[in-house]
């Protein structure tokens, strides 16, 4: 993307290209779709205000996802102010879709990572993120994203292993509401 | 590739997608910031090009609102002298009673209901009740489709069929798809956002005959007006 484009332009670019992926990302470090939504928001409007400070040094991508993390910090702590806040909805369930019970479950996997196996997992594994990329979005040194990722994928593998029982709780004894 | 067997297990988290209405609504707001970036203090060399820019855009939003007679959630209340007489236009009629029926359900789940006027044939109302099976909302049933009103942005994700943005005759954003169930029953579906309503609009094949398709789609979604 030319850097010398204004910053509307920028922004409306941007957003196209990359929302869902904003989405994805905040909805699956948060697991909280209301938040998620809110912080694609905020990122954008902060993208429209930051943009000519922007000065290339490292890919748009990259300082677009410094944006996103930063976003996703301040909003989750706002969020943890309020009384009724809960870290993981269950509006991500309340409707139907295709993929259904295949999705809950890599969601319910995810929500049983520490934030920081969470974080790396979405980024290299789900987002497809280079080490080196993922160092540089989590403030990390590429060796400590590949020992946290190895880690994180010996935790998925035992979870696996476990049949998907999530909490203790059997896939197939749970239900899933607006899900055939 | 490294963890490949875990990049696939994690492959359908990769198809999720922000909300069709709520991106219609994200991108609302992006372009109030952006006018108002616009509009900021400027350098004198930039002014003239930007503010035609804005006067453009102003003036279209103008155009598109005075010619619809309707506004979305984003702006004031249209007079109610600018609505068209619904009742007197389309192929869907309602009784007092229908009427009175949704303003019940829509109340109780806190939804601003609108009603269909048009259908690709004669049609009517054959049911409608409020539902908080996931978020609240109601459906109304008619012989060839139903629709899904709600208050809150529905996730429409996960979808695996051919998603199309389309746009009202008022120029209002929509999202239209279409696939085949799990019980490989064609299923066309039409997302729109109308002031703080959520609004689906599903035409199913079946028992009723083929999935709606677009055009039939938008055109129950053109005739959309506020329960009155």
Redesign the interface.
């Known amino acids: 993307m030319n850097r010398k484009i204004d910053?509307?332009t920028a922004?409306?670019q941007l957003?196209s290209l990359y929302?869902?992926d904003v989405?994805?990302y905040a909805?699956?470090t948060t697991g909280d779709?209301g938040l998620s939504?809110d912080v694609?928001?905020e990122v954008?409007?902060r993208v429209?205000?930051n943009w000519d400070k922007f000065r290339g040094d490292a890919g748009v991508k990259t300082w677009l996802w410094k944006i996103v993390r930063s976003c996703i910090v301040d909003m989750a702590r706002k969020q943890s102010r309020q009384p009724d806040a809960s870290p993981f909805d269950e509006?991500?369930r309340?409707?139907g879709?295709?993929?259904?019970n295949?999705?809950f479950e890599?969601?319910d996997m995810?929500k049983q990572l520490s934030a920081a196996y969470r974080d790396v997992?979405v980024l290299?594994?789900?987002?497809?993120w280079s080490t080196h990329e993922t160092a540089t979005i989590l403030g990390w040194s590429e060796s400590k994203v590949k020992t946290t990722?190895h880690r994180a994928?010996q935790q998925?593998?035992s979870m696996?292993d476990e049949g998907g029982n999530v909490n203790g709780v059997p896939r197939s004894a749970r239900t899933v509401?607006?899900i055939? | 590739m490294e963890?490949q067997d875990?990049?696939e297990?994690?492959q359908?988290?990769?198809?999720?997608?922000?909300?069709p209405a709520?991106?219609v609504a994200?991108?609302r707001?992006?372009q109030l910031?952006?006018e108002k970036?616009?509009a900021r203090p400027l350098r004198m060399h930039r002014r003239s090009t930007v503010w035609r820019r804005v006067g453009t855009v102003t003036a279209a939003v103008a155009v598109v609102a005075i010619a619809v007679g309707m506004v979305t959630s984003h702006s004031a209340p249209a007079p109610s002298n600018t609505v068209a007489p619904v009742t007197a236009q389309g192929n869907i009629q309602y009784t007092a009673k229908n009427k009175a029926d949704v303003a019940q359900q829509a109340q109780a789940v806190n939804v601003t209901p609108y009603l269909p006027y048009e259908g690709p044939s004669a049609d009517q109302l054959q049911d409608v009740k409020a539902t908080t099976?996931?978020?609240p909302r109601i459906v109304l049933t008619y012989k060839q489709f139903t629709v899904q009103e709600q208050a809150?942005?529905?996730?429409?994700?996960?979808?695996?069929?051919i998603s199309e943005t389309v746009y009202l005759k008022d120029g209002t954003k929509a999202f239209y798809n279409h696939?085949n169930?799990?019980r490989n029953i064609p299923v066309s579906l039409l997302f729109v956002q109308l002031g703080n309503t959520y609004i689906t609009i599903q035409g199913t094949g079946g028992d009723a005959g083929p999935a709606l398709n677009k055009e039939q789609m938008l055109q129950i979604a053109n005739s959309l007006k506020p329960l009155k």
């Open positions: 910053a509307a922004t409306e957003y929302k869902h989405y994805r909805r699956y779709t939504e694609v928001q954008f409007v429209l205000r509006t991500i309340s409707h879709s295709q993929s259904g295949a999705l890599m969601e995810l997992v290299r594994l789900i987002e497809d990722l994928v998925l593998r696996m509401p607006g055939e | 963890y875990l990049r297990r994690f359908v988290l990769s198809n999720v997608q922000l909300p709520k991106d994200i991108e707001v992006l910031e952006i970036y616009r099976d996931g978020e809150v942005s529905a996730d429409h994700s996960g979808g695996t069929g696939f169930n799990q």
